[in-house]
């Protein structure tokens, strides 16, 4: 069994454990009052829904937003239980007229700064947001990192609201309180001051916390008690990186991160099978999300379990309820074991499986067959390296300035 010791963790990703959750933004949001960064409270009742994009485990929604200038848009946003902030692309940001309000910091490896905060709609109904406000990331003119997105969205901003992630279905919708009648099976939930959920789940007959992460593609938990799971079940399924969905592009600490996969969660009355997670630094959930979520945690429930469920966020009511319709089990991970980290808005090769010897670390991914990978987004990427196991993919890098076409076959990583 791989050790699950942190000493290589702790000195990476401690800024950004996920794609701009940042620990810094987080605490930022949540000790400026909500009255300086809230919208007026809705007073006309409306239940909207919208179509909602999955892609790598994560929901994407189209919001109509309407800038400084007066420009109305539609924009492209993922939608982030587990995020603290408005993030917007710069290109974004200067069509809508939007100003920073202070100096560009560095977080995460990417420079943000302060901005006015534009209105989002949805099916032209302006909604009251909750204690947020917005950044622009610097010199993000296509998508944020790895995505087709122009902006991320946390749904703490809509804690006037009551939210559905109809994985299924592939909908979203928002609800003024009581405009909708919740649907599916209560679980037990804490929404704290900071507006994230936690919830309840239970290994080995044991209750543990988790935040409830629709931005995360992959659950993550603490490497500390991932590495307790691990010794005490020695023939779960174990990898040492983290690969596909779990390589969320936070850096090449990635690639000392472990995964495991966990026979049976329960999760109120549903049994989860086979769940996949990968570790995080021992206290960055321990300690800083815990502080913020008002609740200790010790990591979060990501798109990898959700996509299988019907989830009903009353934040008003402080519940939440779960409602499936599929087998809610989590498909092994099969795939051309390469973690990738982005690089000069490319992506790179951090490292590889052992025994991997035509793949270099440092290799730059040009195209996956016929995929081009300068102008993909991660998740079109980890599709295309996926198959049946045993099968090869053509794969064209770039290593010392020198174009290379290799195969590789697909393994059963996790």
Known sequence: ???????????????????FTAFFIATLMISVPTRALTAATPTAPFNVTVPMVVENHRPYVDFEITGSNGRRLKAHFYVDTGGGAILLTESLAKRLGLRTTGKPFQEGGSALAPANLPTFSLDHRVLALTGVAAFIVIKAAGGLQGTDAQGAFPARALRHYQVVFD??????TVATPHALKPEGIPVKTY????????????VDGASHDFLMDTGGTYCMISAAQLGIWAKQHPQWP??????GPA???????????????????????FALKHVGAVSRPVNAYEKFMSQIAGKPVIGSIAGNVLQAFRVDIDYPGDQIYLEHTAGIRDKPLNMVPVILELKDRGYVVAGTAPGMTAIHKGDRLLHVGRLDAQTATLAEIVHALQGKVGIRKNLLIERGGQRLEIQSRVRLIL
Request: zero cysteines; proline letters at 6%; hydrophobic letters at 40%.
């Open 1 to 19: 069994m791989h050790a699950y010791s942190t000493s290589k963790q702790n000195g990476t990703v401690m800024k950004s454990f996920r794609m």
């Open 167 to 172: 994985y299924p279905a592939r909908k979203f």
């Open 247 to 269: 390589n969320m592009l936070v850096g090449p600490g990635e690639v000392h991160y472990e995964m495991l996969r966990i026979a049976a969660m329960q999760w109120g009355p």
């Open 238 to 243: 174990h990898a040492s990186g983290a690969y």
């Open 191 to 202: 929404i704290g001051d900071a507006g994230m959920p936690v919830v309840t789940l239970a």
